[in-house]
């Protein structure tokens, strides 16, 4: 990051490696303050470029591109009202599905006891992304903030997503800050997405996928978070704070079928839901 007078200009580049999968990513961005720094606008690109193996099969490698571009502008409405709009979009290129997961077809149309078989996943190339994003602030006299965040997503495979955020922040003497909020989450399933299908794709344009993250879905999250905030007087460091969040995360699945129901006839499976509670401690150093 580097900045010059109202202006931030950053930089950056991260690598991922995995057993089967090496991914880097580069980006930058431009920040710059206008009207009296009552107004941030920001724009920045990132680039990844992604390896897709397969554990097991040496012959199997596959590339991905990824684009990014996004632009946004913050506002400061009034001097308790700050808002935020964002905009990004997304292109992709290359091996975009799981190369260990297969999507399911009956064996017989006719007669869904006679079961299903399985085959590989078949997607597109290439998939093309639009989010937008309204955020608010509003600071309230007992110092505490409240929070509300609107996200739409649309993309070419047939994906529409919604998502709504609420939260509330309160302090608590001079070192305690407690935060709730809820999210909720929900999305349309991909053109080429089904739980079962009736019989195998014919050809490599006839797409197939059984992923639930392409599938009809929505999720709920509450969390808390505590923080312990304390000024530190030695050496370079100007303060620490100690942070634990707690995440109860609650996924339904409209259209995906649980295969652990195995006395059901394909088709009839009960629909799988998860829920999860997730614990996260956060130390945090300023200098």
């Known amino acids: 990051d580097y900045l010059h007078g109202k202006s931030i200009f950053s930089a950056g580049y991260t690598n991922s490696s995995e057993s089967d999968y090496e991914a880097d990513t580069y980006y930058f961005s431009v920040s710059q303050d206008f009207f009296g720094d009552l107004t941030n606008v920001t724009f920045g690109y990132a680039r990844g470029d992604d390896t897709v193996e397969q554990n097991g099969n040496d012959d199997f490698s596959e590339e991905i591109d990824r684009n990014s571009y996004r632009v946004g502008i913050s506002q400061i409405i009034t001097p308790k009202l700050l ?6 979009a997304i292109t992709d290129e290359g091996w975009l599905n799981n190369p260990y997961r297969v999507y399911r077809y009956l064996n017989n149309p006719l007669d869904p006891s006679q079961g299903y078989n399985q085959a590989q996943e078949v997607y ?18 007992w110092r505490a903030t409240l929070m509300s965040n609107y996200r739409y997503f649309t993309d070419d495979w047939g994906i529409e997503a919604h998502t709504v955020e609420f939260g509330y922040t309160h302090t608590f003497g001079s070192h305690f800050l407690a935060e709730i909020r809820y999210r909720w989450y929900d999305q349309s399933e991909a053109d080429f997405y089904s739980d079962l299908f009736q019989f195998a794709s014919q050809d490599d344009k006839d797409f197939r996928a059984r992923d639930k993250e392409l599938s009809d879905m929505d999720s709920q999250t509450i969390s808390l978070y505590l923080t312990y905030e304390q000024p530190l007087g030695f050496g370079p460091f100007e303060r620490a ?3 634990l969040e707690y995440d109860r995360i609650m996924l339904n699945y409209d259209n995906f079928s649980d295969l652990r129901d195995i006395d059901a006839l394909p088709g009839e499976e009960e629909l799988f839901d998860m829920d999860a509670d997730v614990f996260k401690v956060l130390l945090t150093i300023w200098y």
């Open 83 to 88: 808002m935020a709009l964002n905009y990004e």
């Open 241 to 243: 704070a100690f942070t």
């Open 124 to 141: 597109p190339d290439t998939r093309t992304s639009d989010s937008a994003s309204l955020k608010a602030l509003y600071y309230l006299p």
